[in-house]
């Protein structure tokens, strides 16, 4: 019953921006961390960015100063918007929630901590 659902990618040509949304069901948002990974085929997956509570917020450091994580509680989604596009950010995004203990510290890289997941949302950069 509770679930993630990601939405929002596309192709976009490097240099451009988009906005990805995870829209959760069957719990609070507020209760949870949540959290977006990236993978590309035959890649390990990758923590990008953290979302807990209003204001707390972690980023990879290819995320840093061109992603942005966000939430609208009332209407229980978590977005993250990707200004700067390169083509090395190109992956399928997925979106997935963890108990805030499980993920606290380094351990919100780890996907294991986290207990669902949505299907994810293809994002492509290329001219």
């Known amino acids: 019953q509770d679930q993630l659902v990601e939405s929002g990618g596309g192709l976009v040509q490097p240099g451009g921006s988009l906005k990805l949304s995870c829209t959760i069901s069957?719990?609070?948002?507020?209760?949870?961390?949540i959290t977006w990974f990236r993978q590309a085929p035959g890649k390990e997956r990758e923590a990008v960015s953290l979302?807990?509570?209003?204001?707390?917020?972690r980023y990879a450091d290819s995320a840093k100063g061109r992603f942005a994580i966000s939430r609208d509680t009332a209407e229980n989604t978590v977005y993250l918007r990707m200004n700067r596009l390169k083509p090395e950010d190109t992956d399928t995004y997925y979106c997935?929630?963890?108990?805030?203990?499980?993920?606290?510290?380094?351990?919100?890289?780890?996907?294991?901590?986290?207990?669902?997941w949505g299907q994810g949302t293809q994002v492509i950069v290329s001219s």
């Open positions: 997935a929630r963890a108990f805030p203990r499980r993920a606290y510290g380094d351990r919100w890289t780890k996907p294991n901590e986290y207990d669902i």
């Open positions: 979302s807990l509570g209003e204001e707390f917020t």
């Open positions: 069957g719990f609070i948002l507020g209760a949870y961390t």
